[in-house]
């Protein structure tokens, strides 16, 4: 549903709908069905899926393009949200889902708990057990999954990406914080000291290990990936351009296959990607697009977009 303003009168309990966000195109609620699944991670805790598509377009089959969107830190809560552009995807027959990973705060305090520090690994193991999931109950198979993450989502990506590449088929990454190591070794860097609340102080050695097998950079191999791309912002102050540079250079010269990989870097952007409301949908296009393209739903588009 999109986001509506009411008058609540507390005296009648009665509700009167003053404002309902405008949705071109002639949307129609009733014709999407949205469930909450529960995916069981490697150590049996289940861990909540949100799930939205189009009633008459899903056939349940694993045939059908599956979007998994994942973050996971800091306690923030991911609850599922309307957003109008993913409708252009969700009527092309995509289902849209989100992983509730620990790590995050949907579950309580030690939902977050139980994904930081030295139990980090819990994120990264939780989201693999989602996209297994929503596979093996053929909501979409590994060459019709696509997954997204920002920021420290795209830490989440670039982590499972190296663990797991045969999962997945198309990777979005913004603005990734995929050298984690290497920065939160850096004291000078504004941000680091304080981020050390939540990934831990590797310059102790327990922590330098613990990040070390999960920092995305630090642990790419000569093996295949899927169709990745990356964003970057040249004046991201959390993410310095630096990080996912680093990434897909490294990706490029370690890989083994021909599938697309793309660094989009904004030159006038910072953590949060492009300002307008028309530049930011732009930039959404262009993202769909690469997705599309690498599922071969566009294929008169160039490989290089």
């Given at each position: 549903?999109?986001?509506?303003v009411?008058?609540?009168?507390?005296?009648?309990?009665?509700?009167?709908?003053?404002?309902?966000?405008?949705?071109?195109?002639?949307?129609d609620?009733?014709?999407?069905v949205?469930?909450?699944?529960?995916?069981?991670?490697?150590?049996?805790?289940?861990?909540?899926?949100?799930?939205?598509?189009?009633?008459?377009?899903?056939?349940?089959?694993?045939?059908?393009?599956?979007?998994l969107?994942?973050?996971?830190?800091?306690?923030?809560?991911?609850?599922?949200?309307f957003?109008?552009?993913?409708l252009?995807?969700?009527?092309?027959?995509?289902?849209?889902?989100?992983?509730?990973?620990?790590?995050?705060g949907?579950?309580?305090?030690?939902?977050?708990?139980?994904?930081?520090?030295?139990?980090?690994?819990?994120?990264?193991?939780?989201?693999?057990?989602?996209?297994?999931?929503?596979i093996?109950?053929?909501?979409?198979?590994?060459?019709?999954?696509?997954?997204?993450?920002?920021?420290?989502?795209?830490?989440?990506?670039?982590?499972?990406?190296?663990?797991?590449?045969?999962?997945?088929?198309?990777?979005?990454?913004?603005?990734?914080?995929?050298?984690?190591?290497?920065?939160?070794?850096?004291?000078?860097?504004?941000?680091?000291?304080?981020?050390?609340?939540?990934?831990?102080?590797p310059?102790?050695?327990?922590f330098?290990?613990?990040?070390k097998?999960?920092?995305?950079?630090?642990?790419?191999?000569?093996?295949?990936?899927?169709?990745i791309?990356?964003?970057?912002?040249?004046?991201?102050?959390?993410?310095?351009?630096?990080?996912?540079?680093?990434?897909?250079?490294?990706?490029?010269?370690?890989?083994?296959?021909?599938?697309?990989?793309?660094?989009?870097?904004?030159?006038?952007?910072?953590?949060?990607?492009?300002?307008?409301?028309?530049?930011?949908?732009?930039?959404?296009?262009?993202?769909?697009?690469?997705?599309?393209?690498?599922?071969?739903m566009?294929?008169?588009?160039?490989?290089?977009?």
């Amino acid at each position: 549903m999109p986001d509506s303003v009411y008058d609540y009168d507390m005296n009648t309990g009665t509700f009167v709908v003053k404002k309902i966000e405008t949705v071109l195109g002639g949307f129609d609620a009733s014709e999407y069905v949205t469930e909450r699944k529960w995916a069981t991670a490697s150590d049996g805790t289940q861990v909540p899926i949100s799930i939205v598509y189009r009633k008459n377009l899903v056939n349940l089959d694993g045939s059908d393009p599956l979007l998994l969107y994942g973050y996971g830190s800091y306690e923030v809560c991911i609850d599922p949200w309307f957003k109008a552009s993913r409708l252009s995807l969700l009527d092309r027959g995509f289902i849209f889902a989100i992983a509730h990973i620990r790590g995050g705060g949907e579950m309580g305090r030690q939902w977050y708990e139980n994904g930081k520090y030295l139990k980090k690994m819990n994120t990264f193991t939780d989201f693999i057990a989602c996209a297994e999931y929503l596979i093996e109950q053929r909501y979409c198979s590994k060459e019709k999954l696509c997954i997204e993450g920002r920021s420290a989502g795209g830490l989440l990506m670039g982590s499972v990406l190296n663990m797991r590449p045969d999962l997945f088929k198309v990777a979005f990454a913004g603005v990734p914080f995929v050298d984690a190591l290497t920065t939160m070794l850096d004291p000078t860097i504004p941000l680091t000291t304080s981020e050390w609340e939540e990934w831990g102080d590797p310059r102790k050695e327990e922590f330098y290990h613990y990040m070390k097998a999960y920092s995305p950079v630090d642990n790419i191999k000569a093996q295949n990936y899927p169709h990745i791309l990356v964003t970057a912002g040249l004046h991201d102050p959390r993410v310095m351009y630096s990080e996912p540079a680093k990434f897909v250079a490294k990706l490029r010269e370690t890989k083994t296959d021909n599938n697309m990989l793309l660094l989009k870097c904004e030159f006038g952007a910072g953590h949060s990607s492009k300002s307008g409301r028309f530049e930011k949908l732009q930039e959404q296009a262009f993202i769909y697009t690469f997705i599309l393209k690498a599922l071969d739903m566009i294929p008169e588009l160039s490989s290089g977009l």
